[in-house]
């Protein structure tokens, strides 16, 4: 169970990973999951996760130096969801290994800080984009809530607020 961010664009799959700085990737959503996230944004073209080796934890949370820290939070977050112990150690070992460049020490990537910028860059170059936020045992989209509506930030806003403008389970859409 990790953090998983989807994008719709209306950028093809090459121009958005031509956008996104090292470390980041963006693979191509299947059709159903495309059509899911065009039902919140029509304008969209292409639907992909963005990622930082396996999942999207990376680009939404900003590792502390201590990895205890972090995965002090995700078994709060397991508990919550309510898995055993045996599931929690699973889905910790997990999360480990989709560590795809772990950091040396002192050097941390601030990479929701470098989403931010992506999402501002992408904003200006590709015009409105919906983003959306999970936190899932799986890689798949699933349904988005009909009763949350779509929040909508410009992208100079992003920007400014790195780290706290994406909130989970409510569809995003920024703009130029």
């Known amino acids: 169970m990790c953090f998983h961010l989807f994008l719709l664009s209306p950028l093809t799959l090459s121009e958005v990973r031509s956008m996104l700085p090292p470390g980041m990737a963006a693979d191509l959503l299947n059709a159903a999951e495309q059509a899911t996230l ?3 944004h029509p304008a969209g073209r292409t639907g ?3 990622l930082r080796g396996a999942c999207s934890c990376d680009l939404v949370v900003q590792r502390h130096p201590v990895t205890r820290q972090d995965e002090a939070l995700l078994r709060k977050r397991y508990r919550k969801l ?7 150690i699973r889905a ?6 989709r ?6 020490a002192g050097e941390r990537e601030p990479w929701p ?3 931010g910028r992506f999402v501002a860059e992408h ?5 409105p984009s919906l983003y959306f936020l999970r936190f899932s045992h799986d890689a798949t989209l699933g349904e988005l809530s009909a009763e949350v509506p779509n929040r909508t930030w410009r992208a100079a806003e992003v920007r400014d607020r790195a780290g706290s403008w994406l909130m989970e389970e409510e569809p995003t859409i ?3």
């Open 99 to 104: 560590q795809e460049h772990p950091a040396a």
């Open 48 to 50: 992909v996760r963005l």
């Open 113 to 115: 800080e470098m989403l």
């Open 92 to 97: 910790l070992e997990n999360h480990r290994s």
């Open 82 to 88: 309510g898995l055993s112990r045996a599931e929690i």
């Open 38 to 40: 065009r039902q919140r």
């Open 174 to 176: 920024v703009g130029p």
């Open 123 to 127: 904003a200006r170059n590709a015009g």
